[in-house]
T-cell receptor, first 108, second 113 residues
């Protein structure tokens, strides 16, 4: 079973920040938090991952709480092309257990 | 750089047949994993290979098998196909067990009739 809990769906206005939450209260000390997204049955696309510290790359920012029991993926300026299913996964690597994810709809 | 290549893209097979799917990872990636995606079950982990050795295995019957070659290319085989095996099969590669994230291929769409 997936070790994460995400809202099934969210809406976001184009140009605004999209904040996608994820709960992972049973995460162990050496498990990473990964975020992937999948657009209409294409292969999932890696977005970002982190262990303890907040991370930022060209796509997004990842904010992990100090107790590591939850995290938030931030897409700073959402576009229509960001409409996708977003998956939050905790893993040691080597095996990704996908939950149902959050279906993000970016609207004009 | 070239991405993860999966062949074929589409496949139609009859119940009882067997099928072999191929995955060529990104150059330099030594870890390859396989996933099955269906509307009902979502994305499910099948197995992971690293340096020709299976390191992790998901909860699938023995009809599902795989292997990895010395050039890191991987194949998965499904024997005695059932209707329920119809799915999108995805392959992902990484440098070593997820370090830096996994890159997924576009998948093979298998239809069993």
């Amino acid at each position: 079973d997936a070790k994460t809990t995400q809202p099934p769906s969210m809406d976001c206005a184009e140009g605004r920040a999209a904040n996608l939450p994820c709960n992972h209260s049973t995460i162990s000390g050496n498990e990473y938090v990964y975020w992937y997204r999948q657009i209409h049955s294409q292969g999932p696309q890696y977005i970002i991952h982190g262990l303890k510290n907040n991370e930022t790359n060209e796509m997004a920012s990842l904010i992990i709480t100090e107790d590591r029991k939850s995290s938030t993926l931030i897409l700073p300026h959402a576009t229509l092309r960001d409409t996708a299913v977003y998956y939050c996964i905790v893993s040691l690597g080597g095996k990704l257990i996908f939950g149902q994810g959050t279906e993000l709809s970016v609207k004009p | 750089k070239a991405g993860v290549t999966q062949t074929p893209r589409y496949l139609i097979k009859t119940r009882g047949q067997q099928v072999t799917l191929s995955c060529s990872p990104i150059s330099g990636h030594r870890s390859v994993s396989w996933y099955q995606q269906t509307p009902g079950q979502g994305l499910q982990f099948l197995f992971e290979y690293f340096s020709e050795t299976q390191r992790n295995k998901g909860n699938f019957p023995g009809r599902f098998s795989g292997r990895q070659f010395s050039n890191s290319r991987s194949e998965m085989n499904v024997s005695t196909l059932e209707l329920g095996d119809s799915a999108l099969y995805l392959c992902a590669s990484s440098l070593a067990g997820g370090a830096g994230g996994y890159t997924f291929g576009s998948g093979t769409r298998l239809t069993v009739v």
